[in-house]
């Protein structure tokens, strides 16, 4: 974003930004955002939860996160053992809990799906461990996106081999 005149940075500090916890910006980001689409502006409520997803399972799992070319996955662990991240946040018009596309899912390249449902407010309504065996046999394909859709219900936790991982992303 270009901002010459460091405006931005000027607000930032005002506003305190650079003393908050990421929980809390991601609070701020929300109301934000929900502004945004009442006013028609925003048409996604769905940025940065990639990246957050992605930032917080791997700080609290101590995985190692991995340059955005390694295709399938996006942290290793220090076994090798590799994890695919998947985040969505719901919200008043967008309640769907299913995570983005998994495309590939047939040449194995993670070993356990990680996926988070956050609630408007980014608290944490569910987390799963799903070891790939699972991830195989609960996907939708779909043609058009030549990928596997994925949901993380609370039917999915009745699998014995799914964990939930909620206590330990627990902010």
């Known amino acids: 974003m270009n901002d010459p005149e460091g405006n931005l940075g000027v607000m930032a500090g005002r506003l305190g ?10 609070r701020v980001f929300a109301a934000v955002i929900d502004e945004l689409q009442r006013r028609n502006i925003a048409r996604s409520i769905n940025n940065p939860v990639a990246d957050y997803t ?9 995985l190692r996160l991995v340059g955005n070319s390694s295709s399938g996955y996006d942290a290793t662990a220090a076994d090798g053992t590799r994890y695919q991240i998947k ?20 040449d194995h390249n993670f070993d ?16 799963a461990l799903v070891p790939y065996e699972v991830v195989l046999e609960k ?33």
Do not use: C
């Open 17 to 26: 930004l650079a003393e908050m916890p990421p929980i809390d910006l991601l």
């Open 87 to 106: 985040g969505r946040r719901v919200g008043a018009e967008t309640t769907s809990i299913q995570l983005s596309a998994l495309r590939n899912l047939k």
């Open 112 to 127: 356990h799906l990680v996926g988070v449902v956050f609630e408007p407010d980014f608290a944490i309504r569910h987390a």
């Open 139 to 171: 996907p939708t394909y779909t043609a058009h996106t030549n990928s596997h859709n994925f949901h993380i219900r609370p039917s999915l936790f009745q699998d014995r081999r799914v964990q939930d991982i909620r206590d330990k992303l627990a902010v």
């Open 54 to 62: 992605e930032w917080l399972v791997a700080t609290k799992l101590g």
